[in-house]
């Protein structure tokens, strides 16, 4: 009998190829796709390896200070929020600065308990509490200026 080479053909799961289900599995997948250790990946996010190590065990959940530094890692929003309603634009513009409730209410000097109602869906009530609201959201004509020409 005649011996013949036999040729197995099957997809081999890469190491990061596996389903996200939490932060930490985002942060895991984007460390081996890049193929670089925790402590890489810590000195790209500014932070410990330790902290990295908790994010992708689930130990910890990421300050919101990082969420920005951590978008830019990934290159998306790990948790994104639907934007369509002004509860929505003011946590997604929140996130995106990396500050508390309580910060951005101090931005705005407000009360932090108005700004959760206003995270919560409440109506914002005051005219001038819009005008805090939509230069919170929208960046400064000069910055719009600035960002039109470099088009």
């Given at each position: ?50 902290t ?14 990082f ?38 209410a ?6 932090p ?26 960046p ?11 088009r």
């Amino acid at each position: 009998m005649p011996f013949v080479r036999i040729r197995r053909k099957s997809l081999i799961q890469k190491e990061w190829d596996f389903e996200l289900q939490t932060l930490g599995d985002h942060i895991r997948r984007r460390r081996l796709m890049l193929a670089i250790t925790q402590e890489e990946a810590a000195q790209r996010l500014g932070v410990n390896a330790w902290t990295v190590h908790n994010w992708e065990t689930g130990q910890r959940k990421p300050e919101i200070r990082f969420i920005p530094a951590l978008v830019a890692f990934l290159g998306y929003d790990p948790e994104p929020v639907e934007e369509g309603t002004l509860a929505g634009r003011l946590i997604a513009k929140r996130r995106q600065l990396g500050l508390s409730q309580r910060e951005a209410a101090r931005s705005l000097q407000i009360d932090p308990g108005t700004w959760a109602g206003w995270e919560r869906g409440e109506r914002v009530t005051t005219k001038a509490h819009m005008r805090a609201v939509e230069g919170f959201l929208e960046p400064p004509a000069a910055l719009q200026l600035a960002q039109g020409r470099g088009r």
